[in-house]
């Protein structure tokens, strides 16, 4: 201890440096842990699978080179186009009524009353629970002839609509199931944003007279969009790969009103054998979902405030 | 600084996300050296199958427990998935290098997937065993790759006691659709929740309503389809027009799993069109029924499946898991067995030994199974873009079915997305 110090005050540069090389080299130690399954399972997945994406591959025989083809023949594939936009389709149904929903509940929870962290957890136990479950559930929930849903709608006079079955409504039936699981999550990140929130400031506003809706929409709102910008950001980029309550639900189907891009890579390499199709594909989602992402960020400046 | 960072992992989330669909490693077509040296050494050998799934779980069983009581070195570790999942969970398999030393194919799987490989030649077996058209589909180049463990046809299933109630003759193998048509309608009852018929709207079901019809689904030299002609929408009509009327709507819940089977057993479907792998599940049923030739338009044309065992290319035990494939398929436990549980028929050659296969009762007419073999609708095969076609054809006509499209339309459509395919 004693020999250190001394030798800190002697050559206090280069121990600094030393110090530092140390600090680097425990840095590393601690993040080894969990970069090299990320590298395992995550950056070599990657790479693997834009080679395969240059290749012709039905899982089962050598793999052949074909260049760009993969790329070349999606750009042309209608189905893939449509695959996006059911994606499309699906990302701009959940993303405002799990944005609005979240949020009303979070304003609601936010506040001070009996069973508030009993309410919470409820509206959390979706987001916890299997999406297996979930979406056989939702099925039956929404079954064209024996669920609930419809039967409550014809209380009410409204021939309820074929959900699943209908190609105009397997989207909105999956969009529903989603948004209903994804309101928890959606709620307690903004949740822990309001709690972040300086109290002084509402303090003044209604010292000087602003009502709540002034409240929510002068102070609240703009203070909370650092929370509510992670809550589009994430939502957006699950969004674009939803795949779980498709499979679960329609399978893609019925006659592919709800095939999202990446029920259409499994679908490809799974079912049709074209891996290589498919790599292509997923490689294309993930510049989809990196561009909207950076734009996203680019965007940020004009609307969130960062106290 | 925070959002950044947390931006950073969303995106790396995206990135393993996007990427985990498709992020198999091996190309699994590494030949290992066959294991000849197998001898007296124990083994345990793997058997993936779905033949078993549903209900013939410990039929297969007493078939293991026969192989290793006369091969006592070998141990056969069984493994049983639904129809459903088999084939994607094969795919995985062969293409990791986790595949099972035996594992079940079909038929229509089989051209697919022989050219890659997979399949070990199965040189040392007897050939004349077995039925020689159904071993026929599973030899290339007068190899054989496969052996079948079964085939079966599908037949009209129909409950007596609907028949009686409504004063109606029962089914003969000289109905055509007509009389199929109007039995159905007599027995649909909407207020009673009993329908006339059951016929899923597939791919399955319409190359064989076509052959039926007189028919083609591809041309002769099977460059392009051929179903889009009189035939073929008389085919098409025969099916969809069921939907609604004499048979329930997708809405209603058909075309779910076991739906059908849950309508039969509560005795509520006059018809049911489905294959002779259901008469175990038919036989608990309090009502009588039985089994005719499935009625034909201007011919009688039946489906047959057939099933059949591959030993992995690259398994290490190529023997052992050969004499299972083979007393899988060949062996008279395994004959005895299926006989008496009514488990799909042997393919074997010696017909003699199929005889009691007719007196075991429920459904009393199995000579209906033997029939329907007189004109059989052999699926169409296009290789590689097979699923791909057979989800066209099912996806079309449930569009049809449901009324949004025309049978017209629902051809048309397929036609040209299959061409497509074959282009």
Not at chain 1, 8 to 21: D, E, M, N, S, W
Not at chain 1, 37 to 51: G, H
Not at chain 1, 293 to 298: D, F
Not at chain 2, 267 to 275: A, C, D, Q, S
């Amino acid at each position: 201890m004693t020999a250190t110090a001394a030798r800190t005050r002697l050559l206090p540069t280069a121990t600094a440096r030393g110090r530092q090389r140390r600090a680097t080299a425990t840095a590393y130690l601690f993040l080894a842990p969990s970069a090299i399954p990320l590298l395992l399972f995550v950056v070599y997945p990657m790479f693997r699978a834009a080679w395969t994406s240059l290749h012709e591959w039905n899982l089962l025989s050598e793999k052949s080179w074909v260049g760009l083809d993969n790329y070349a023949d999606l750009v042309s594939d209608p189905e893939t186009a449509a695959a996006f936009l059911h994606t499309l389709y699906y990302v701009l149904g959940v993303l405002p009524l799990t944005l609005v929903g979240g949020l009303a509940l979070a304003l609601g929870l936010h506040r001070a009353f009996r069973g508030r962290n009993l309410l919470r957890g409820v509206y959390f136990l979706p987001v916890v629970t299997s999406w297996i479950a979930v979406a056989i559930v939702w099925r039956w929930l929404l079954n064209p002839s024996v669920g609930i849903v419809n039967e409550a709608l014809s209380w009410i006079g409204i021939d309820g609509p074929g959900w699943w079955t209908d190609p105009a409504w397997s989207m909105p039936s999956i969009i529903l199931a989603s948004a209903w699981k994804d309101l928890g999550y959606v709620m307690v990140l903004l949740l822990a944003g309001l709690q972040a929130l300086p109290t002084d400031v509402q303090e003044a506003a209604m010292i000087d007279g602003a009502g709540w809706w002034r409240r929510l929409r002068s102070i609240t709102l703009p203070l909370l969009t650092p929370a509510l910008f992670f809550v589009v950001v994430i939502t957006l980029i699950n969004g674009f790969q939803v795949f779980d309550q498709v499979y679960a639900m329609t399978g893609g189907g019925p006659n592919g009103s709800s095939e999202v891009v990446v029920m259409r890579i499994y679908d490809m390499t799974f079912r049709y054998g074209e891996a290589g199709l498919a790599s292509a594909l997923s490689m294309v989602l993930f510049l989809v979902i990196l561009l909207i992402t950076l734009g996203q960020m680019r965007g940020e400046r004009k609307w969130v405030n960062y106290v | 600084m925070r959002k950044r960072i947390l931006s950073g992992i969303g995106s790396v989330a995206a990135l393993s996300l996007a990427l985990a669909a498709c992020s198999s490693s091996t190309d699994g077509t590494e030949v290992s050296e066959s294991a000849t040296s197998d001898a007296m050494e124990p083994v345990t050998i793997t058997y993936s199958n779905f033949i078993s799934n549903g209900g013939n779980e410990e039929n297969l069983q007493t078939i293991v427990d026969a192989f290793e009581a006369e091969y006592p070195y070998i141990t056969v570790d069984v493994t049983t998935l639904p129809y459903a999942d088999y084939f994607t969970v094969l795919q995985t398999d062969l293409a990791a290098g986790t595949t099972a030393d035996v594992f079940d194919i079909e038929y229509a799987t089989y051209p697919a997937y022989q050219p890659s490989g997979v399949f070990a030649p199965l040189d040392g077996v007897d050939t004349s065993a077995y039925r020689g058209d159904v071993a026929a589909a599973y030899a290339t180049d007068g190899v054989q790759y496969a052996l079948p463990t079964s085939f079966s046809t599908v037949v009209l299933f129909y409950n007596k006691d609907l028949f009686d109630a409504a004063g109606l003759d029962y089914p003969t193998s000289d109905w055509t659709w007509d009389d199929e048509r109007a039995a159905a309608e007599a027995l649909t009852d909407a207020d009673a929740g009993v329908w006339g018929d059951y016929q899923p709207i597939s791919y399955y079901e319409y190359y064989k309503a076509l052959v039926q019809a007189g028919g083609q689904f591809l041309t002769d030299d099977g460059s392009a389809v051929a179903f889009n002609s009189p035939e073929g929408l008389a085919a098409a009509e025969w099916l969809v027009e069921k939907s609604g009327t004499v048979m329930p709507t997708a809405e209603q819940g058909a075309g779910t799993a076991d739906f059908d089977t849950s309508l039969w057993a509560d005795g509520k479907l006059g018809m049911w069109h489905t294959g002779i792998w259901m008469f175990g599940a038919a036989d608990g049923s309090d009502f009588a029924w039985d089994i005719a030739v499935e009625p034909g338009d201007v011919q009688n044309a039946s489906a047959v499946f057939s099933n059949a065992v591959a030993v992995s290319a690259t398994s290490e035990h190529q023997d052992a898991a050969a004499l299972f494939a083979e007393f899988l398929s060949a062996s008279d436990t395994m004959v005895d067995v299926r006989l008496e549980t009514g488990w799909e028929l042997p393919a074997i050659s010696d017909t003699a030994t199929l005889s009691t296969y007719l007196d075991q009762g429920d459904p009393d007419n199995r000579q209906a199974v033997f029939d329907s073999l007189d004109g059989i609708a052999l699926p169409p095969i296009i290789g590689d873009n097979q699923a791909q076609m057979q989800d066209i054809i099912g996806n079309e006509l449930t569009e049809a079915a449901a009324g949004r499209i025309t049978a017209e339309e629902a051809l048309a459509n397929a036609e040209s997305k299959i061409n497509d395919l074959l282009g």
